[in-house]
């Protein structure tokens, strides 16, 4: 069969919850929706005309909201070819963006768990695809917010290593570099407690600061400068550590650039809120 390329139209993101939780917001408010081009060569499948036409419907599904409608038309996928990794991440995706869209927690928690087992499936299915191992780094923060502060602890350890997983197999996945610099956000501003039951399991404190979180973020923006995620993600580094100029350029920028996805819509809400908190115009911030 010929090979040939298919987008994937948003890459998995998730979204936040206090410290852990927050993993994800910046993770994406964070692992849902971050837009990726998805280059698929020689898949076996490529040939199949009616699995392609559901891959279609269903990332068109994607784009217009209707997750459910998206799931179904990835799960007939999933019938046609079971160990695909990108129809795994495409449905790791969408369990993870119904979480947004259920309120009850114990349905929440159920999302969460598919997420991550979609991702695991995925990399079981292709050990070298990078979005693969971003897909279970997402799965993980997804969880947290459901563990107990061990399981927590357990997990952002094997988030972490995930994610620099999939960042050495594709150094320009930005998203993955938008996630470690969550990681080092939030561990940098945990307590003495969370500090001391990661030593335990890490087997010492690990390296983490707002440095490098700055350097992570801007690593994202400098790979994907129109992604307004990233950079206020930054600002809100550079804010925890007193550099407000610094935090003011960023959001202005982010109120200047055009969402690309509902993830993006709410980090620029937020940017602008936290412009008006800080005194600033808005007619100096927008062009």
């Not at 996630?179 to 890490?202: F, N, R, T």
Request: some cysteine; overall charge positive; glycine content about 6%.
């Amino acid at each position: 069969m010929k090979s040939a390329s298919i987008s994937l139209n948003r890459a998995l993101e998730s979204r936040g919850h206090r410290h852990w939780r927050r993993l994800i917001d910046h993770v994406a408010k964070r692992f849902g929706t971050l837009t990726l081009s998805v280059f698929l060569a020689g898949a076996a499948w490529a040939g199949d005309s009616s699995l392609q036409d559901l891959l279609k419907k269903g990332d068109d599904l994607e784009q217009k909201g209707d997750t459910q409608g998206a799931i179904k038309c990835f799960l007939a996928a999933e019938e046609i070819a079971p160990s695909d990794s990108e129809i795994l991440i495409r449905l790791a995706k969408q369990h993870s963006d119904l979480i947004f869209e259920t309120t009850g927690e114990a349905e929440q928690k159920k999302l969460a768990e598919k997420c991550l087992a979609y991702g695991l499936q995925a990399v079981q299915a292709s050990s070298t695809n990078a979005r693969a191992h971003l897909t279970v780094a997402i799965g993980y923060a997804k969880n947290l917010p459901f563990l107990d502060n061990q399981a927590k602890v357990n997990y952002s350890r094997l988030l972490k290593q995930e994610t620099e997983k999939a960042i050495a197999l594709d150094p320009k996945l930005a998203l993955g570099y938008h996630i470690l610099g969550c990681w080092h956000s939030e561990v940098a501003s945990m307590g003495m407690l969370m500090k001391g039951l990661m030593k335990l399991v890490y087997g010492g404190l690990p390296k983490a600061s707002n440095e490098l979180a700055v350097q992570n973020f801007s690593k994202a923006v400098e790979l994907d400068p129109a992604r307004i995620i990233h950079r206020w993600e930054l600002a809100k580094v550079y804010l925890a550590t007193g550099k407000k100029d610094k935090a003011i350029d960023e959001i202005k920028v982010c109120l200047a650039l055009k969402p690309h996805d509902k993830d993006d819509a709410e980090a620029k809400k937020s940017a602008e809120k936290k412009l008006k908190d800080l005194g600033v115009l808005m007619s100096s911030a927008t062009p």
